[in-house]
């Protein structure tokens, strides 16, 4: 009753914001995202019939609070699908910076869920873990079903789930990395965003922009998916400004990143855009032939870098990869 399972963060390309059920996590519309690679999380988990109680470390380090209460949401929903109430021990470590905006919680919940589902025996689909590591995050769903996937909202685990979308796109993208070091709070924007004013004007454009962006990946349309995808971070931060904290993720390398981008854009005619989840640090999206001037002219911008490509689903590894 052991496994271990790897899965990539993802870059949100249209963003969800705020969630009708907290419980649950379901998002008010759907979202879209991609995957990326090398970066992941690898996660070991185990049920012990006879322990005592559960236990989780991430990083080498005990998991408490909020922190474990959201493990615990997919755990109990294991449990329950498997039929039995066994404690489990649960392990696992990122391979890139979390909590500073590169969706750590996504990687780090599809390779649970993955892992949990997995030691528990069940025969499950990719969409239908994706509806377990939602529990824990929403965007945990995508990363289960990797590359560019979309989750469906819905009521139910039948409706808001995640489906993998085939686009040309995953060879040729490129994500230079700017990294951005400032703490976040995702959970406590997602929670007040329906108070924010501009809340409504996102909910009224978000469902053109899904099926644009999904027009846009199936067609393997490089500068549409990337400038819609720019576009939607910038609404997606006037909503989180403008809500009742009024929380402002992004720093001053965080707006030089931008202008970097758009000075190559304008002034050298390169295929390259800027996004942002929740946080300050800056994915720019662009192609294989370019990424090396790309990456150049954002590290000139006092930042860390590093280059990505586009991560696949959440998978299963081999008992050597196990972490305990």
Not at 60 to 77: C, F, N, P, Q, S
Not at 101 to 130: N, T, V, W
Not at 225 to 238: C, G, I, N, V
Request: proline residues 4%; negative net charge; hydrophobic residues 35%.
């Amino acid at each position: 009753m052991k496994a271990t399972a790897k899965a990539h963060p993802i870059q949100g390309l249209v963003k969800y914001h705020g969630m009708r059920d907290e419980e649950l996590r379901l998002p008010y519309h759907d979202s879209i995202s991609v995957c990326t690679a090398p970066t992941h999380t690898k996660t070991t988990v185990e049920f012990r019939p006879d322990g005592e109680e559960d236990v989780y470390r991430i990083g080498g380090e005990d998991v408490t609070g909020r922190g474990a209460e959201r493990i615990d949401a997919v755990v109990d929903h294991v449990r329950t699908l498997a039929g039995f109430d066994h404690a489990v021990r649960l392990e696992s470590e990122n391979s890139f910076p979390s909590n500073i905006g590169f969706g750590s919680s996504s990687s780090g919940f599809a390779a649970a869920a993955m892992a949990l589902s997995e030691a528990a025996g069940l025969d499950l689909s990719r969409p239908e873990i994706s509806t377990i590591a939602r529990r824990g995050s929403s965007s945990a769903a995508r990363a289960v079903t990797g590359a560019f996937s979309h989750l469906y909202a819905g009521l139910n685990d039948e409706d808001c789930r995640s489906e993998r979308i085939e686009s040309d796109l995953e060879d040729d993208l490129r994500v230079v990395a700017a990294h951005v070091p400032a703490y976040k709070e995702t959970e406590q924007a997602h929670e007040e965003a329906a108070e924010s004013h501009m809340f409504e004007a996102r909910m009224a454009h978000v469902h053109e922009q899904l099926q644009t962006m999904r027009d846009a990946l199936r067609k393997g349309e490089f500068d549409r998916t990337f400038e819609l995808a720019e576009h939607d971070s910038l609404s997606l931060t006037a909503t989180t400004m403008t809500g009742p904290s009024g929380w402002v993720y992004w720093q001053p390398r965080t707006i030089a990143v931008f202008n970097a981008v758009r000075k190559l854009r304008t002034e050298e005619d390169i295929p390259v855009y800027f996004s942002t989840d929740t946080g300050a640090s800056v994915y720019v999206n662009t192609t294989e032939d370019h990424v090396e001037r790309v990456e150049s002219a954002v590290a000139a911008c006092d930042v860390e870098t590093d280059v990505w490509s586009v991560g696949g689903p959440a998978e299963i590894l081999p008992e050597s990869d196990a972490l305990f």
